[in-house]
């Protein structure tokens, strides 16, 4: 009797959390439904907006608590947020969290902890992207683990920078060398931070270490008091995912492959192509700014204190907003957006390429490495291509205005300024939405049916001006000679 009760009562447990189980995920489909994106997407939005109930415990109850409580609350939410999104999965991050922290142990300070470090992390995601990979763009653990694979690599780097004699390191290798030997917790408290654990932002062991060692807060001895930088950070995301969530159910990639839009004008399918390679950057912008918010409320945002006495929270920005709406230059739109990733390749990539002793082409392994590092598809290799040739023929133009006396006095006309404004930002969005397409389209023969329907015009636009820039240079700079005589 008792064994046939037990059994009944194990029988309705069962059953009744398969039920909460399934009326969870129902309500999460629905909802998800509601607001025209994936229930993955919500569960994304969810475990980032999570962050901030976390930040405020963590600020009041583990601030100036223990080390080894910091790293196990980091480790136990950032699992659990994991798990949340990706279910049992999340063994691909742990099984490259613990294999890292084995080779620091084992091969330490060495050239080969290096590159085994870079050879197995991104074979690891690369192999991820390749067993994983769809036609579209899906919310799996290969997302997080990108973040995560850049988080190791820099890692070892500056654990390797830490046996060197500081004098052979420049300034910033000093500042993110690594002089102890970080244990496994520390580690996996450091990977899987839960403000930045999704999707980012970088930053370094030593910063981390700061944060858990009660160093970073305007406030010595007290808990930052960043809510207010905080909160302004989140409100601007929110303006951001609200926007987007309104503007993208009208504006999307799928309209750029169907009939209507090739049966359109040139002139709408330019205009469409603009417009959309705004918005769709939009959530990006959004998560970023909602997930600097977190790390500033925990005080890993804190950059020290400006020449007034202000704290400047900035260290975790991955978006200068105003910069990326108002600036019309490719260059700007590059320095504003996704801030520490390319800090990150810049710190620990282009600049190690120095003994290539050719900036170009350390800036085109720099761009195919991202390229890779995003996925396999063909789109990103498009698109970083295209940035590549952009800032080539954007630095080009520049230094020609600059030169030429004539362009120069056309330039400098102050009536004429917000037209060349507005010429210069049609351009600007235009192309970004021409690179935008490859990249978010994915696969060859999407991306190119609408690169086709455009006729090609960020390629020829750009490779015609490639090379004729430098026949325009000679005919409108003088040469040094002339200016000599002039002055």
Request: charged share 15%; aromatic share 16%; net charge positive.
């Amino acid at each position: 009797m008792a064994s046939a009760a037990e059994g009944d009562v194990g029988a309705a447990a069962e059953l009744a959390t398969v039920l909460r189980c399934g009326f969870q995920n129902l309500s999460l489909n629905k909802l998800a439904t509601s607001l025209g994106a994936s229930e993955q997407a919500l569960r994304l939005i969810i475990s980032i907006f999570l962050g901030y109930p976390l930040a405020l415990f963590y600020r009041h109850y583990l601030f100036y608590k223990d080390s080894y409580l910091i790293h196990l609350f980091h480790t136990f939410t950032g699992l659990s947020i994991a798990y949340y999104n990706f279910g049992i999965q999340l063994y691909h991050s742990l099984l490259c969290v613990v294999l890292q922290f084995l080779i620091l142990r084992l091969m330490g300070r060495t050239i080969t902890a290096i590159l085994t470090t870079f050879c197995f992390q991104m074979a690891y995601l690369l192999a991820g992207y390749y067993y994983t990979a769809t036609g579209n763009y899906d919310i799996k653990w290969t997302m997080p683990h990108c973040v995560l694979t850049l988080k190791l690599i820099g890692l070892v780097i500056d654990y390797y920078d830490g046996g060197k004699d500081q004098k052979s390191l420049s300034s910033e290798q000093q500042k993110y060398a690594i002089r102890g030997v970080p244990s496994l917790l520390e580690v996996a408290g450091f990977s899987y931070f839960y403000g930045a654990f999704l999707v980012g932002p970088q930053f370094s062991m030593n910063h981390y270490m700061k944060l858990v060692q009660g160093q970073l807060t305007d406030l010595p001895g007290k808990i930052p008091n960043s809510a207010v930088p905080a909160l302004k950070r989140l409100s601007l995301g929110l303006v951001y995912l609200v926007g987007y969530t309104l503007l993208s159910q009208h504006i999307t990639e799928d309209y750029l492959l169907t009939d209507d839009y090739e049966n359109r004008s040139f002139w709408f399918r330019c205009l469409y192509m603009l417009v959309w390679g705004k918005v769709v950057l939009y959530k990006y912008v959004a998560c970023w700014l909602v997930t600097e918010g977190v790390c500033i409320l925990t005080g890993l945002g804190f950059h020290g204190l400006d020449e007034l006495g202000r704290a400047k929270w900035d260290t975790c920005a991955n978006m200068k907003v105003w910069l990326f709406e108002t600036d019309p230059r490719f260059t700007g739109t590059i320095a504003s957006f996704n801030i520490n990733t390319n800090a990150w390749v810049a710190r620990y990539f282009f600049k190690r390429l120095k003994f290539l002793g050719n900036k170009q082409l350390s800036q085109g392994l720099s761009l195919l490495f991202l390229s890779l590092w995003h996925g396999l598809h063909s789109g990103y290799l498009v698109c970083f291509q295209m940035e590549f040739l952009i800032v080539i023929v954007e630095r080009q133009a520049a230094s020609l205005i600059q030169d030429s006396p004539a362009l120069s006095s056309l330039a400098s006309i102050r009536v004429l300024q917000p037209l060349y404004y507005l010429v210069q930002q049609t351009i600007h969005w235009l192309f970004m939405g021409y690179s935008m397409t490859a990249f978010c389209l994915f696969t060859w023969d999407k991306w190119l049916k609408v690169y086709k329907s455009v006729y090609f015009l960020g390629h020829v636009f750009f490779l015609s001006l490639l090379f004729t820039l430098p026949y325009v240079r000679k005919a409108v700079v003088p040469r040094k000679e002339k200016l000599k005589k002039m002055e």
